[in-house]
């Protein structure tokens, strides 16, 4: 075994080395064997999958290299035309890129190259003291498990390294190794030469799939005893980049509101890689946006940081109403950008807000609306608005400039946008025939820029109709005594015709009139009495009021009826006599008891009490005095040895009847 140094130059600055620059690098010397034929042949391999060691022992790049550390240490094994094995550690010593290359073929820097030097030794790493020598243990994925060599005639299969116990030297020593990998799944991928102890790869190792294997080594004696402990190996699969990064979504979707400022994050994409992210860059992802379509206003409206993958705002001028959306295609690299790529589509939508103010069109419109009636709708209002349809930037608000009465109101049509007007309340054309009023037109979402608002003028003509008789007052309070003259006038109940515009005649009916008590004249609306009126009549009047309808009706086309309500206030006079209550009492001789006589007057204070109470029957000289102002009289069924007759002096006379038993 032996080691070579090399020094190896950074060209570019960004310490990548580019193939052809090292491929001419001559590191290895010619070894001359002889086979049988009198032929000089030699096989290389590196353990380190990013160098290539040629036929004639010049080692070369497979891809272009970043280096991170002054050294780079690795294997390389050599096979002579005899199947005998060699190995040697090569040290490549990287220089600063100020450094001038050498020329093509040259020495580094003045000095020959290092000579591989073979020993005549067997073959096999040197043993340490009294114990297993086990090598670093690595294992690169994805190579050949087997290269055939037509000049050599031999197929070789990829070493590992060599185990060598110390017992070698007392007697014959036999190898073997146990584990996954070996005896247990996946069986069979190392194997170990039984006599030399060099392990061998039978298949392509993957990272991915496995990162390491654990194997057991074991060394006996030609009679089958152990001669070591079984040692335990971990196997290390070293990465290759064969993986490429692949987006976690085919498409994605992002949204940026228009006129978003550059710096505005708008979404993120994302990608993984199955390489190894820690120990080497085959992982490293940087993202780049390849192809932008419309390229409006600018082919280069986003960019993305290369590694998070956000997308952002890059240049102003997005607007929706030109270009609502925007596809991206996105790309993900390994090897921070230089290795396997892969990419996915970014689908952006450009989000509404309201820098378009809602317009009239047209901007004047006209209407008629029959008088007195509310909720009439008079006309629509029409706008058109750029922006994104239900939405808050779309939504119109009209507003009535000058209608300070509140007579008008405007809504808006959810589905099409448009303002109804209508009118709020009854309109008089006898007050105003026309109206011309100003509406403007905003949104529901404030403007995000200076706009101007949209006005439209409406002219709204009031037309009269034919309106009804009005009574002045509506309710007439007339204060009457219940005793009024039959035939007389009692009051005249009037209205108004309000169509000052029409000549119209108004005539008079009575509509309700319960008790048949009045009569109106048709013409001049005087009401007087047919009949008695009575204050006591609890089926028509109430609270002493008596109730009447009056109708008044023109003779407009149509024609319209007016109403009038007229209360009588019916004022009380002393037509109803005191009642007694009960007016038959009977005693009993026995055990008698106290009789109270109730009385009763359905007149109002002061036609009522106080009564005046006395006997018109003779009774003993013990009965009550004839004159007791009570309203109830209490007698004393002792005293009381007759029939006796009561007379009430309150006009007119009512009597009381007692019997005694």
């Known amino acids: 075994s032996s080691s070579v140094n090399i020094l190896l130059f950074f060209f570019p600055p960004t310490s990548f080395l580019e193939l052809e ?21 030699t096989a290389y391999f590196s353990l380190d999958t990013r160098f290539k060691v040629g036929p004639d022992g010049v080692i070369t790049v497979k891809r272009p290299l970043q280096f991170h550390n002054p050294q780079i240490h690795f294997l390389v094994y050599a096979w002579d035309s005899t199947y005998r094995k060699f190995s040697t550690k090569v040290t490549l010593n990287t220089v600063g890129h100020h450094s001038r290359p050498p020329p093509l073929h040259a020495s580094v820097s003045g000095v020959q190259a290092e000579l591989l030097t073979f020993p005549n030794s067997s073959p096999g790493l040197r043993r340490r003291k009294r114990d297993w020598v086990i090598p670093p243990i690595s294992c690169p994925e994805n190579e050949k498990t087997e290269c055939w060599d037509p000049s050599l005639l031999i197929l070789f299969l990829s070493f590992c390294f060599q185990i060598k116990s110390n017992k070698d030297k007392e007697g014959k020593v036999f190898y073997s190794i146990t584990g996954q990998g070996a005896d247990t799944p996946p069986v069979g991928v190392f194997i170990i030469e039984r006599e030399t102890g060099w392990l061998k790869v039978t298949e392509p190792l993957d990272r991915e799939n496995i990162a390491t294997y654990t194997l057991f080594s074991h060394a006996v004696s030609s009679n089958g005893n152990a001669v070591e402990d079984p040692m335990e190996i971990l196997i290390t699969v070293t990465d290759q980049n064969d993986n490429k990064p692949v987006f976690t979504q085919e498409v994605f979707k992002g949204s940026v509101m228009e006129g978003a400022l550059p710096g505005t994050s708008v979404m993120e994409v994302t990608a993984t890689d199955a390489d190894d992210d820690v120990n080497t860059y085959n992982a490293a992802i940087a993202y780049t946006i390849l192809s932008q379509d419309p390229e409006l206003p600018d082919k280069n409206m986003f960019t993305i940081n290369k590694n998070t993958g956000v997308i952002s705002v890059v240049t102003t001028g997005l607007d929706r109403e030109s270009f609502p959306m925007y596809t991206l295609v996105v790309q993900a690299a390994d ?56 939405s808050p930037a779309w939504e119109a608000v009209y507003t009535i400039l000058n209608d300070n009465d509140g007579q008008f109101v405007v809504t808006t049509n959810p589905v099409t946008n448009d303002g109804i007007l209508k009118t709020a309340k009854g309109l008089d054309f006898e007050a105003k025939q026309q109206y011309i009023l100003h509406v403007a037109v905003t949104n529901v979402a404030p403007f995000e820029v200076s706009l101007t608002t949209s006005t439209a003028t409406v002219t709204v003509d009031v037309l009269d109709v034919n309106e009804a008789p009005i009574f002045v007052p509506p309710e007439k309070r007339v204060e009457v005594s219940e005793d009024f003259g039959v035939g007389q006038e009692i009051t005249s109940y009037t209205a108004r015709e309000p169509d000052t515009f029409m000549e119209q005649k108004i005539t008079y009916r009575i509509w309700r009139d319960t008790a048949n008590w009045l009569e109106i004249n048709p013409d001049t609306g005087a009401i007087s009495t047919r009949a008695e009126l009575d204050r006591e009549d609890s089926e028509h009047v109430k609270n002493s009021t008596y109730t009447a309808l009056i109708i008044a009706t023109d003779n407009g086309s149509p024609v319209a009826t007016g109403t009038g309500t007229l209360l009588l206030i019916l004022s009380d006079v002393n037509d109803n006599a005191p009642i007694p209550e009960p007016r038959n009492i009977f005693l009993c001789e026995r055990n008698p008891k106290p ?37 109830q009289i209490i007698f004393d069924i002792e005293q009381l040895v007759c029939f006796v007759s009561l007379e009430f002096s309150a006009r007119p006379n009512s009597f009381l009847s007692m019997l005694y038993l």
């Open 21 to 41: 620059k090292l491929s001419v690098f001559p590191i290895i010397s010619y070894n001359h064997f002889e086979d049988c034929t009198g032929r000089q042949r």
């Open 595 to 631: 009789q109270v006589i109730n009385i009763i007057d359905a007149d109002l204070p002061p036609n009522t009490s106080p009564f005046t109470a006395e006997l018109t029957h003779p009774c003993t000289p013990h009965c009550p005095s004839p004159d007791m102002n009570l309203s």
């Open 335 to 390: 090897l921070q950008g230089e290795g396997l790529s892969t990419t996915a589509t970014a689908v952006i939508t450009v989000t509404d807000t309201n820098d378009n103010p809602p317009i009239f069109n047209p901007t004047t419109y006209k209407g008629q609306v029959p008088e007195n009636e509310a909720n009439v709708v008079i006309t629509t209002l029409k706008v058109t608005d750029a922006d994104a349809p239900n």
